[in-house]
């Protein structure tokens, strides 16, 4: 029942244009609206996002590109969100949108601010 309510409003993460660590977690940092406090690093998003307020659908677009620029780093971020998914007491959910990203369907943007967690 969780993944089903989180799917009614899920948090998209696109990563269109990412190449590096520093996007990736800048990135990160504004879809989940992450605390100033942040440290932009494994361990801390690791941290923040098993804290999130729940539950939460992250769903993941555009990847590609970073996990072929930094594919040590991708293959990081996947351990990070499994670990998250599997330890978060809210429920957490991780998807990867396979495919290039058509439109806007499920949202998503530089332009956009952070999506609404609470």
């Not at 996007?23 to 804290?51: E, I, V």
């Amino acid at each position: 029942m969780k993944l089903a309510e989180a799917l009614r409003d899920p948090v998209v993460l696109d990563l269109r244009g990412v190449v590096d660590k520093v996007a990736f977690m800048d990135r990160c940092a504004r879809a989940l609206a992450l605390p100033r406090w942040f440290g932009r690093n494994w361990d801390a998003l690791a941290d923040c996002l098993t804290d999130l307020p729940g539950p939460v659908a992250l769903v993941v677009t555009g990847w590609q590109a970073y996990a072929t620029a930094r594919p040590s780093d991708w293959e990081t971020a996947q351990d990070v969100f499994a670990t998250a998914a599997e330890t978060s007491t809210t429920g957490l959910t991780v998807l990867l949108a396979l495919g290039t990203p058509q439109g806007t369907a499920l949202g998503g943007s530089d332009e956009e601010g952070p999506a609404s967690l609470g």
